[in-house]
């Protein structure tokens, strides 16, 4: 038999999303006076979902068609629904709930019929488009330092949290197709990276972030600045036949790398102009292959 109690709703200030969520809270006490505290009851809420396709990969096949039921708590709002549902917030463009937008805040009700978008392309960031890669996408780095594009690079496994606080420190996109870690709070911003191939990765960061391109004057190795140096400042890092083959050069003014335009160069140009052509215009380089 369960305890007497008499139970009235608590107060929730008007406009608070409280108000609409199908969670009664009351305040019970003993009869005839006596301690009080206070429950929640539960209800659960009924709600439509529909992904955009871009998403689909995140989702089971059950949400992946347009109107798939889902039941929430009535308490936790649409952001952390659509988390728990396997997408990350990194990857929403915007929430629709019945044709009109709502922060990830918003607690869904019954009935709500909810609209999930992709981000638009190019992304706005709150800061300049810079980046942090984890240690699976070592290939991916170097192509963007190829171009120019400021990227830090984590070539040993550091762990997820010090990969979101240094994305934090630094405000760095992160870059991973690690779902987890692109689901912690403390990323300043965050990007999934979606295909496994190096030329479709380049791709897809270029047209979502548009950064700007810079090509050969960031240091592959290190993603220092390039400077321009003369053959007698960097002679004695260079082998007999660089050379007597080549005359320009360019240094790392970070690690000291010396870079020149060698047998790869060629290939190395080829990812430059394709890059440039489809996603912007080229700034002033120093040299190119190393």
């Not at 396997?86 to 019929?113: K, N």
Request: glycine residues 10%.
């Amino acid at each position: 038999m369960g305890l007497p109690w008499n139970a009235r709703p608590t107060n929730v200030p008007p406009g608070n999303g409280l108000a609409r969520e199908r969670a009664a809270c009351v305040e019970r006490r003993w009869p005839g006076g006596g301690p009080r505290w206070h429950a929640c009851r539960v209800d659960r809420t009924g709600i439509r979902l529909a992904f955009s396709p871009h998403l689909h990969v995140f989702v089971a096949a059950r949400l992946r068609e347009d109107g798939a039921q889902v039941r929430t708590d009535g308490v936790s709002s649409l952001g952390h629904v659509v988390e728990s549902l396997g997408v990350p917030l990194t990857e929403v463009g915007a929430l629709h709930v019945g044709g009109r937008e709502v922060p990830p805040r918003y607690v869904p009700v019954e009935g709500d019929e909810v609209r999930v978008r992709e981000v638009t392309r190019p992304q706005p960031l709150p800061g300049p488009p810079r980046f942090l890669l984890d240690v699976h996408l070592g290939t991916l780095a170097r192509r963007l330092r190829l171009l120019g594009v400021d990227t830090a690079y984590e070539s040993v496994d550091i762990g997820d949290a010090a990969l979101a606080a240094r994305s934090a420190a630094e405000q760095r996109v992160m870059l991973s197709r690690d779902r987890g870690l692109l689901h912690r709070r403390e990323l300043w911003a965050g990007g999934y990276v979606y295909s496994h191939r190096p030329p479709e990765q380049l791709k897809d960061v270029l047209s979502r972030f548009a950064p700007p391109l810079r090509p050969w004057t960031r240091c592959t190795a290190c993603n220092g600045v390039l400077r321009e140096a003369g053959k007698e400042a960097v002679r004695e890092r260079l082998h007999g036949g660089t050379e007597r083959s080549y005359d320009v050069y360019a240094q790392c003014a970070d690690c000291g790398q010396v870079y020149w335009r060698g047998a790869h160069h060629e290939r190395l140009n080829a990812i430059v102009e394709e890059a440039v052509r489809e996603f912007g215009t080229p700034g002033q380089g120093a040299v190119a292959d190393r």
